[in-house]
């Protein structure tokens, strides 16, 4: 094994080979297979073991298996040489279980060949797809293809006769449709698919009537999101004494009084996300002690995001008894000066948003606070609140600004907001303790960035 | 063990690795070479550590070194390899509260890693692969077939050949076919 000069042929062994193959993606197996006949034949089964397959033109680089290049030709799939194609390239990818279409003209043939190709196709998503001559098949005919299939999730799809076949489709699992002109409530009554567990949607598709419907048919809703438009109280209602499975809540409301809120959220008890969003002129007074003489504790709720409220320190007093196990909470434009009668001063205002935020603070479980919209002036002052004075909260920011290695995911959050002076400071900071950048130091940044506050605070004191 | 255990007495346990790394055991190549590794370190192969506990752990042979057998374990690639584990058998143990673990897995290696397997003699490279991946030794593979892997991205069969000094097998024919096969993804190159 061991000849050190000289030329083999198998230079490495087949298991390491694989191994390595396992990190390489699709057009870099297809260019080396010439190596050599162990690498062809390893190369071979490197592809054979891919069970995840991207073909489309969505620019997202989500996964690295992306075989587009070699099979579009004018966001068509396909169509300068059918099948056969398509066909040779399938037969490689056996073990595929997942496949992601995104942004493509696709025919029926097409979709029929991938069906048959992929014996373990369990999930395929389906997303921005349009379809080329939907009048040559029928209805039932793309039922029964797409029946074939495990699990469907489809984003945008924009064809009336999709809407028609999916409505018998067991399969379908998760749906979103937004911004499709020929949608009307009236279809959406008559084509909502009984197996759904996640509906996305425009609301003004859904109204009082669909709602009714979808409460009888589709018994195994879990996420339901309906964005753009308000929600009535009645609707409201409706949602939440139908679906009890709900786990997952989306909605914009308005005009609801908090004690109509918190009778009917309370019904939900399997809710874990819930993300409200009012109306901006009508701001909902986010008043804990009302709510809960209403409602019990809320013990299934992870996360809560909020959008547009109006609440005080003095109202928020009830929040940590009414959300036990919430983890994650998200504010936008709070207006948080109800009792702050000089709410343009500064000081007033820094002071309510202070409160505010012991009260959060108090929340036992949360870890992850993001706050959004604030308004200007007191953004500055706001990070600063944080780190002085409570404890918990401190401990998120550091977690988003500066810890270990989830590190880009945060940093890019961070970076997608506006950045403030003192966040930028912070982190050149961050640069100056931390030298090298490897594994360890990386793992260790939290503790040393305590330390070092910690040798900060003590030099003050002395 | 419970991830909770892992936590709560991580400090004793390091103590314990560090204690039990002074104890040393000798492991012995195909090709005879005898050489000292800390228990603990020796331990990040399964192999190894299958073999010392299946001897029982109060027993832990000293003086009797661990054959391995493999003829990919020659007496330098042994060397490399216990560097390797010397280095890192006091790397923190994974953290579980991280959702992003699969990012951590896919980022780059470490600079130490990165010059540790950079070696210019290719065939204590492959030999130090093979017997890390005879020795069961995960961490050590995937930082070999990393590094092999980034050498490989982006580049012709020619030049892979060159640069692993494979000869090429394939006859004229057998490659032509297999450029046939494949047409569709040279096709809009």
Redesign the interface.
Known sequence: MSGSDGQSSRVLNDDVLFLIFRHIDITDLFSIQRVSQQFYEWTQKALAAKTVLNIGLDSKELFSFNITKALIRDRCLLNYNPYLVLDSMLHIFISVKTLYLSRLTIDYETMEVIVNRLPQLKILYLSWISINRPQDKTVTEWTQLLSKVTQIEIHYFSELLVMNCIRDLPSLQSLEVNHMRPLTPQLMADCIPSGIRTLKTNAQYVDTNVLNIMAIRCVQLEALSLCDFNVTLEQFSIICNQFKRIKRLDIKLDGISTQELAQNISKLKDLKHLKLEFSYYNKFCFDTNVMMSYMKPITSLRSLSLDSIKCSAKRLTQLPQMLPNVTKISIGDLNCHIDCSRLNDYFFANECLHKVMQWLSRVPKLRHLTLDRFAPFLRLKTFNLFVDLIPTVMDTMSTTTADTNPLSNKINKILNKPMDRETLEALTCVSSVVKDNNLHSRRNLRTDIERQSLTINEEFVK | MADNADHIDGDDNEDVRAQQNLIKIKLKSSEGGIYECGLTAAKMSDLVKNMVESLGTDAVVTTEPIILGN??V?DAALKKIIEWVEFHWD??PV?HD???EK??RN?EL???DKQFIDVD????L??V??AA?YMDIKGL??V???H??SK??????QE??EM???????TAEE?DA??K??A??????
């Open positions: 003829e990919a020659t790397d923190p953290d991280f959702e992003d990012d951590r980022e470490s600079h130490w003699d290719q065939a204590l492959f030999d692969i093979a991946n593979v995937e070999g077939a990393k092999i892997c490989i991205r982006g580049k012709s069969c892979v050949r692993l000094k494979i000869t090429n097998d394939f490659e297999i450029h096969e494949n569709w993804i040279y096709a809009k190159d």
